[in-house]
């Protein structure tokens, strides 16, 4: 392992530092603008939602940032997550490749959502800050935040994503045996929620319109911040806890990755397997390829466009430059709710249009069967985001089948889907389909980006 990672990694291997990709870009990120007056945001600006500590992460360039301690404490209690190899899935698969997984579903939220959950609740309890509100889609993030919050001793108020609202009644129950409040969204509560009910009774939701009513109740009370699960940089910054340490992990097991993939929604769990090994490709070290996987019915990074764009549905947000479907888009209601959102992480869609990662999509039904290909071999059932790279990995593995290379691969199992039992209930049952997103209804939206001259 380089200097660089021992220096980050502490005597029981659980980093110090998280790592910040921006160092390290060949071209930096496109500004931030405020959505009013199209300039770039300044820091103060970002006050009325987020505090000063992620804030000032948020727009960093510093290679290391360090990590406070109470957030490492915290993390101790399941950090450093295992890494491993998949054996009993390379037998079954026949192939001379090497499988590993980073297995984050051990954290008590059962994702890797709680990295970026704790250091959050520990920046806003720093200020003085009593409530937090937020969004979520599958629930893993409104699960890890309302951890996090009561851990903080910080009111918590969730605006879960309708028709993972219906579907997942476990992970509501999770979230309010912490406390927490979590409520469908769209919901009538805010006025962006009676907007879309307005037009839409029967609205499935997005993240996008979740986003828009949680910061609408940020913005109104001082006490009050907004928490955001993925997407942002500061956010991504937290996640590289993952990949820092499968650094170590791989040195301990004598192997470096040809290639890493993660399931992409916005972005987070993505970044935190595939940045540090980035930055070692970027600044001088061995190549990796890239994998980032979203699927067929929420193309972000294959089918959208390289826009400026608002990250919620009633544009209250600032305008990030992204891949993007257009911020109006709300995809279909398909199972892996996670990966239901309008745009990408602009530090993924900033690699992507440089060509250093590449984008893959895959539909429900074939993400499903390789999550349980998957299950058979190595006794884990997948979060059905988290089944998305497993099939790309799958996929890459039956490809060294057919070529006989013995590639090393290495993914990120996101989460474990125990509070997933009904999309596989369904799934089993043949009640699953593969679903389509309406082109008609992204030129709709894509057509309603903001102009920016």
């Known amino acids: 392992m380089n200097d660089t990672v021992k220096y980050l990694l502490d005597e029981q291997h659980l980093p110090r530092f998280w790592y910040n990709i921006n160092a390290d870009l060949p071209k930096p990120l496109d500004p931030v603008l405020h959505p009013g007056t199209q300039q770039p945001i300044a820091p103060e600006e970002l006050e009325v939602i987020f505090p000063r500590g992620v804030i000032e992460q948020e727009m960093s360039t510093e290679r290391e940032i360090e990590i406070p301690a109470p957030v490492r404490e915290v993390w101790r209690q399941w950090r450093p997550s295992p890494l491993y190899r998949a054996r009993r899935l390379e037998q079954a698969l026949q ?26 609740a520990f920046y806003n309890k720093a200020e003085g800050v009593k409530r937090i509100t937020t969004e979520t889609g599958a629930g893993q993030w409104g699960s890890s935040l309302s951890l996090a919050g009561s851990m903080f001793g910080i009111e918590i108020l969730v605006y ?34 009676r907007a879309v009910l307005a037009e839409h009774p029967d609205s499935t939701g997005s993240l996008g319109i979740a986003i828009s009513e949680a910061v609408e109740l940020a913005a109104q009370r001082e006490d009050t911040k907004y928490a955001l699960g993925s997407v942002l940089n500061h956010v991504l910054l937290h996640q590289t806890v993952i990949g820092l340490e499968a650094m170590k992990q791989l040195e301990m097991a004598d192997a470096y990755p040809d290639m890493v993939i993660g399931c992409t929604g916005g972005g987070s769990n993505f970044a935190g397997i595939a940045f540090p090994f980035l930055g070692e490709q970027l600044r001088g070290g061995r190549a990796v390829e890239c994998i980032a996987v979203e699927p067929s019915a929420c193309p972000t990074l294959t089918k959208g466009r390289f826009a400026y764009d608002f990250g919620d549905t009633a544009h209250l947000t600032p305008l990030c430059k992204m891949f993007t479907l257009g911020s109006s888009f ?53 979060a059905p985001e988290a089944n998305h790279a497993v099939r790309a990995a799958i996929h890459e593995a039956e490809k060294c089948r057919e070529t006989g290379e013995a590639k090393t691969i290495l993914f990120n199992l996101s989460g474990h889907g125990n509070f997933d039992m009904q999309a596989y209930t369904d799934y089993l049952g043949g009640k699953l389909q593969d679903l389509d997103y309406a082109e008609n209804e992204v030129a709709m939206a894509l057509a309603g980006l903001p102009s920016i001259g």
Do not use: W
């Open 330 to 382: 709300v995809p279909p209601g398909f199972h892996a709710g996670g990966l239901r959102y309008h745009g990408m992480a602009p530090q993924v869609s900033h690699l992507a249009a440089l060509g250093l990662i590449a984008p893959r999509s895959y539909n429900q039904l074939e993400c499903f069967a390789a999550g349980l290909q998957f299950a058979k071999a190595e006794g884990i059932i997948p």
């Open 95 to 120: 192939t001379p490749a090497k499988i590993f997984y980073k297995y984050e579903g051990v954290s008590p939220a059962g994702s890797h959502k709680a990295n970026s959950a704790i250091a959050q």
């Open 160 to 193: 879960m994503v309708k028709v993972s609202y219906n579907q997942k009644p476990y992970r509501r129950a999770f979230m309010e045996a912490f406390g927490a409040r979590c409520i469908a969204s769209p919901s009538d509560t805010t006025e962006s929620g």
